[in-house]
C-alpha cells in the first residue's frame, strides 16, 4: 500500500508558535510518498554500524515502540521515497517535510505490518479530525458531548444498549461513514501531518 503525508505551509506565526503562540497552517497538494514494498539501500556504514551494535535497542531519550512493533526487524530500510522532501523543479520549498516524513514512513509501515481497509480507518479518522487544537493546549468538550460519529457514553437507565438516542445517530452517522469509505476506497492512503 502506498501512502503518502502532505506538506504543510505556515500561513502566521511561524517563529511565534516557539514560544507557545497560536499559528495559522494549512496543509498543501505537495506530499511525500512511502512505499513499503520497495526499500531504499542509501544507509551509511557508520549508520549500519550503529544499528548492528544495538542502537535502536539503547535509545531512551524517545519511544521507538510504534516502530519497533510495526517493523520488527530494525535493519529494514525506510520505505523508497520516503526521505524525499516535497519539491518542485529541483528546488527545495520548506514545506513541513520532515514531518510529513515521518507520517509517511510511520502509516506505511504500519500498513504493512497489519494492513486495514479504508471503510475500518475512515470513521476513525473522521472522529479524530473533530478534536481543536489551540494553539499547543487541545480544547476539551464538555462532559457528556461527544464529536460527531462516536457513541455517546450515558449512565441512562431508559437506554443501556445504545448510550441514550445520541449514541443511535451516532451509530447511523459512522455506519453512513462506513459505507462512503468503502464505495470509495483505493490503494492510496493518505495521511494527515501534525
Known amino acids: 500500500m502506498i501512502v503518502r503525508a502532505p506538506g504543510k505551509l505556515v500561513l502566521s506565526g511561524a517563529y511565534a508558535v516557539l514560544e507557545g503562540a497560536p499559528a495559522l497552517v494549512a496543509a498543501v497538494d505537495r506530499y511525500v510518498v ?3 514494498a520497495r526499500q531504499a539501500d542509501l544507509v551509511t556504514e557508520e549508520v549500519q554500524a550503529a544499528i548492528d551494535a544495538g542502537a535502536l535497542d539503547r535509545a531512551a531519550w524517545f519511544d521507538a515502540s510504534a516502530l ?9 530500510g525506510a520505505p523508497a ?10 528546488r527545495k520549498l520548506g514545506l513541513g517535510s520532515s514531518a510529513a516524513i515521518l507520517v509517511a514512513t510511520l502509516a506505511a509501515r504500519a ?4 494492513p486495514t481497509s479504508a471503510a475500518e480507518t475512515f ?7 473533530t478534536v481543536g487544537f489551540v494553539g499547543s493546549k487541545v480544547r476539551r468538550r464538555p ?5 460527531r460519529g462516536t457513541p455517546a457514553r450515558s449512565s441512562s437507565p431508559r437506554s443501556p444498549r445504545t448510550g ?15 459505507t462512503a469509505a468503502s464505495s470509495a476506497a483505493g490503494s492510496t492512503r493518505t495521511a494527515r501531518s501534525p
Open 111 to 114: 500498513a504493512a505490518a497489519a
Open 164 to 178: 441514550g438516542r445520541r449514541a443511535g445517530a451516532a451509530a447511523s452517522t459512522s455506519r453512513r461513514a462506513s
Open 143 to 147: 462532559a457528556g458531548r461527544c464529536p
Open 68 to 76: 519497533r512493533s510495526a517493523a520488527p526487524d530494525p535493519t529494514a
Open 81 to 90: 521515497g520516503a526521505g524525499a522532501p516535497p519539491r518542485e523543479a529541483s
Open 123 to 129: 470513521p476513525i479518522d473522521a472522529a479524530a479530525s
Open 34 to 36: 512511502a512505499d513499503p
